[in-house]
Structure formats: structure tokens, C-alpha cells
């Protein structure tokens, strides 16, 4: 169900944007897990300049923004979402190669696509990072992770849009508080592009490595259900997977959504899958691995939107 928004509002969206203005657009055609009841309004502005129109027509009529990036690594409620929820369009999915192993990624691009041109190109640094469906945006406001490499070794800074401002502003990788599965960005701030050092690939030793990534991931992990990555952070030394398998939780149902039997941090969407389906299976591994185990699992799927 979408709730009305100011006629003033929509008509300035449609009028910059025209047809990626789109009102009651339902979010599961825009999220991996292919659940998600309707945005009030989705916006997919093409570049920064359509992108702080966007934000400047939202505040002047006290319309809450909601970034949606590449639709991973998030579970939209059934009731949707209100309000403006932006998705970043084609415009900010460029890469600029520059000297010394610096390249500028937009914050749309997708972190695997990225990985795998620099491996390509003899940059190692982010060849971990094959096979992860996020963008770039999210992957530096989470830290985005695997096999021991995470985004923050290779951040060298980040552009965005100043929520105080409005402006573009530019942030140094140091100012920004990278740690597990957490970035201190300023609240509010959308991120629009990213820029990583990246290193030489000595003798192919990224490329062996992508390999080795592709191969594990490829093993261990669930293909051909939508999903949305890994739904919980691993504990201090453990692992969320570990602790829901020896729950005896693999293949639990709930509705059309199934804790993966590959891999048990994995929930997937086995067709018609409702966003409660997937809680209700969330809900069930932390109460039972709370009670097998002791530990509290903390989701890394981000849950959002009207339940």
C-alpha cells in the first residue's frame, strides 16, 4: 500500500527525471531477493547533479530519502516503503582507470564487476571481492567483505552528497572509521563514487587468488535462488553459518523462504516469498542458536521499509 505524496513533490520529480520517476513502483524488481512491496516513489537519478535536485525537492517539502543502491544485502518489508527511495542510475556506474593503481568507481557499479576488470587490468586488491552482488556505495557504508579481504583495505577516499549542504564533498579513507561490516559516513551522506589504490599483480598471484574465491564461493555457497548474501554477521571468532547448521536449522521453511542446506547463513526466495516468510526464518535462528549455543546472531541484511 503507498501513501500520497505532496502533488508539488511528484510533479518536480517527474518534470527532472521523467519516466525514472515512478510512483508506487514495487521493490522487488529492484532487490536480489526479489521481495519487496511498492515504493510511494522510486527515483533513479543519472548523475550528481539530478541526484541533489532530488535530495533539495525532498527536503523542501519534508519528504524522508531513502537510499535502496543495488538492491542486495536488504530485505524490503511487504508494506514497502514511504516516502522517496532512490536507486542510483547508469550514470554512476562508470569506471575511470587513473596512474599509480588509483581508479574511481561509481557508487553504482557492482563490486564483483569492479574486481574483476582491476584483476584483469594486473591490480590486485579486490579480488575477494568476486562473486559479492553489492555496489560500490554499499559495499564502503557497510565494509563489505569475504575470504579475509574487506573494502577498507583498498578505500582510498569517497565523493558524495553533503546532507548539510547539498554540495559534493569529498572524504579521505582515513576519516572514516572503517571497521566490521561498519563505516562511521555521516548521517545522511549518499555516497556517489569511490576511489581505491589498488596494487601491482605480482606474477598473477590476484588472479590465482580471484580464482580461488570463484572456486570456494562457487562450492559453498546457494546459486540459482534469489537471496541476499549473507543474512548474519559472524561472531567474534565464529561463524554464523556454522552455529545455524549445528542448530539443526538447514532447509527450515517458512512460507515460500528456505534457510539454504549449502549454506545455513543463506536464506533463499524459492518463488513468492514474502518478506515476513524470511523474518519469521530469522527470528528462528536466533532464538535457537540463542538457546544452543549462547550467542545472539546480529543481521547483516538490513530490514527496512512498512512490515
Known amino acids: 500500500m503507498t501513501h500520497a505524496l505532496p502533488a508539488g513533490l511528484v510533479d518536480a520529480l517527474r518534470t527532472r527525471l521523467g519516466e525514472r520517476a515512478r510512483v508506487a513502483e514495487p521493490l522487488a524488481r529492484h532487490t536480489s531477493f526479489r521481495i519487496g512491496g511498492p515504493a510511494d516513489v522510486l527515483v533513479l537519478p543519472d548523475g550528481p547533479e539530478e541526484l541533489v535536485d532530488v535530495l533539495r525537492a525532498t527536503d523542501a517539502h519534508g519528504v524522508r530519502v531513502t537510499l535502496l543502491g543495488g538492491g542486495s544485502n536488504v530485505l524490503v518489508g511487504d508494506g514497502g516503503m514511504r516516502g522517496v527511495v532512490v536507486k542510483l542510475g547508469r550514470g554512476f556506474a562508470r569506471i575511470t582507470w587513473q596512474a599509480d593503481g588509483l581508479v574511481r568507481a561509481g557508487a553504482a557499479v557492482q563490486l564483483g564487476r569492479l574486481a574483476r576488470a582491476a584483476v584483469k587490468r594486473g591490480l ?120 545455524i547448521d549445528a542448530a539443526g536449522l538447514k532447509g527450515a521453511r517458512a512460507g515460500r523462504a528456505r534457510i539454504s542446506e549449502r549454506h545455513a547463513n543463506f536464506i533463499v526466495n524459492e518463488g513468492g516469498a514474502r518478506a515476513v516468510d524470511v523474518k519469521a526464518l530469522m527470528d528462528l535462528a536466533q532464538r535457537v542458536v540463542w538457546e544452543r549455543s549462547g550467542v545472539w546472531l546480529e543481521p547483516e541484511v538490513q530490514l527496512v521499509g512498512s512490515w
Not at 579475509?148 to 565523493?159: K, M, T
Not at 548539510?164 to 572509521?177: D, K, M, Q, V
Request: cysteine-free; aromatic content about 6%; hydrophobic content about 40%.
Open 124 to 243: 590486485g586488491g579486490l579480488e575477494y571481492a568476486e562473486g559479492i552482488p553489492g555496489t560500490v556505495g554499499g559495499a564502503v557504508f557497510m565494509n563489505a567483505g569475504a575470504y579475509g579481504g574487506e573494502v577498507a583495505a583498498a578505500i582510498h577516499s569517497v565523493e558524495g552528497v553533503d546532507p548539510a549542504t547539498g554540495a559534493l564533498r569529498e572524504i579521505a579513507a582515513t576519516a572514516l572509521g572503517f571497521r566490521y561490516r561498519r563505516s562511521d559516513l555521516p548521517p545522511g551522506f549518499v555516497v556517489t563514487a569511490a576511489r581505491f589504490r589498488l596494487r601491482r599483480d605480482v606474477a598473477g598471484v590476484a588472479d590465482r587468488r580471484m580464482t580461488e574465491v570463484r572456486d570456494q564461493r562457487i562450492a559453498a555457497q546457494p546459486h540459482g535462488k534469489a537471496n541476499a548474501g549473507s543474512i548474519f554477521k559472524n561472531p567474534t571468532g565464529e561463524a554464523a553459518g556454522r552455529l
